[in-house]
């Protein structure tokens, strides 16, 4: 049996500044048919930063989930903008630092079942003092863990923001430590 399904007809519905929404008529594998609402979006990246012991995260509030979360830097890539460049960018932006080393941790994509947004997260150990301008819509709070602590914060369920929880899970993984020193 086919695993596909072949998209029959397309609407956008809105165009934003992030994200574009779509529904899609599709043929679904046993030949019937459905609509599927699609959100589009170009991509971002999230860093988790590493230095002198600590973690560095930013608090920021989120209105879609109505919280203060705690997270690592992160940010929209720009049209046609190479991730990395996008990772350092968001460091300078977010945190002030801009890292000498970025190592690939790996790629996901929060929500296949209707959105196409896909992250690269990066991990930074090396970093210059060498800020860009913040962005004026974004009111971050720049904070430093001790590792051991983001460990026990990570077990305990305190990151809730997935790209977070994502690069920590990469981090604190078997196969991520060949990379990293504790």
């Known amino acids: 049996m086919k695993q596909f399904e072949k998209t029959i007809n397309s609407k956008m519905i809105y165009d934003g500044r992030i994200v574009k929404l779509r529904v899609d008529e599709v043929e679904l594998p046993d030949g019937s048919y459905s609509k599927r609402e699609v959100i589009s979006h170009q991509g971002a990246v999230g860093v988790l930063c590493i230095k002198d012991g600590q973690m560095i995260f930013v608090k920021q509030y989120r209105i879609a989930s109505q919280q203060l979360l705690t997270e690592i830097p992160a940010g929209i890539l720009e049209s046609g903008e190479d991730p990395e460049k996008a990772a350092i960018r968001e460091c300078q932006e977010e945190i002030g630092f801009r890292p000498l080393n970025l190592f690939k941790l790996g790629d996901f994509i929060p929500t296949p ?15 210059i003092w060498d800020p ?51």
């Open 113 to 127: 079942g209707y959105c196409s947004e896909r992250i690269t997260l990066f991990c930074a150990t090396e970093f």
């Open 132 to 182: 860009l301008e913040e962005d004026p819509n974004e009111f971050i709070k720049v904070v430093k863990i001790p590792l051991k602590t983001v460990r026990a914060l990570f077990i305990n369920g305190h990151f809730i923001d997935g790209k977070t929880v994502a690069a920590l899970g990469y981090y604190f993984s078997i196969a991520a430590r060949e990379y990293f020193v504790e």
